[in-house]
């Protein structure tokens, strides 16, 4: 009888018993294979996980980016009416107190009130709406520059 047949041999991963020593062998080449196999399967769905990630996450941002805009469009929009409307009243004010400067019967208080508003509005308008202005390109770059970093 061969005495390498006859050893009994355990596969240390699964516990089975084998007869020879190439048996073995071959058993753990498989479970190799296997292992290769489930890590690859393992990889490919986080991969797949990591790019659906990803696609919800830019998915989110340009949601954000196009509410953000909308907010902004809509300040802006509002603080361009504010000022508008300032400037407007300063001029309407300073016209009528200038065409009433020649009737002296009542005290002439438009020309100095829309002086008053005209330059708080210009004062306003040139020092404290003091937006940063981004390109298109820039908020992109920046987005670029975000989603590399995950």
């Given at each position: 009888m061969n005495i390498k047949n006859?050893?009994?041999?355990?596969?240390?991963?699964?516990?089975?018993?084998?007869?020879?020593?190439?048996?073995?062998?071959?058993?753990?080449e498989e479970h190799e294979k296997n292992t290769e196999k489930r890590i690859r399967e393992l990889n490919n769905k986080v991969e797949s996980e990591k790019k659906k990630v990803r696609d919800d996450y830019n998915k989110k941002l340009e949601k954000e980016k196009t509410l953000l805009s909308s907010e902004i469009s809509k300040k802006l929009e509002k603080d361009n009416k504010i000022q508008l409307m300032g400037y407007f009243i300063g001029i309407s004010f300073t016209i009528s107190g200038i065409l009433q400067e020649d009737s002296k019967s009542s005290g002439n208080w438009e020309l100095p009130t829309g002086v008053a508003i005209f330059l708080g509005t210009y004062v306003y308008d040139k020092y404290f709406v003091k937006q940063k202005i981004f390109s298109i390109e820039e908020l992109e770059e920046n987005n670029r520059s975000r989603v590399n970093n995950l």
């Open positions: 006859s050893f009994k041999i355990t596969c240390p991963h699964c516990t089975k018993s084998f007869s020879a020593d190439d048996f073995l062998k071959n058993h753990i």
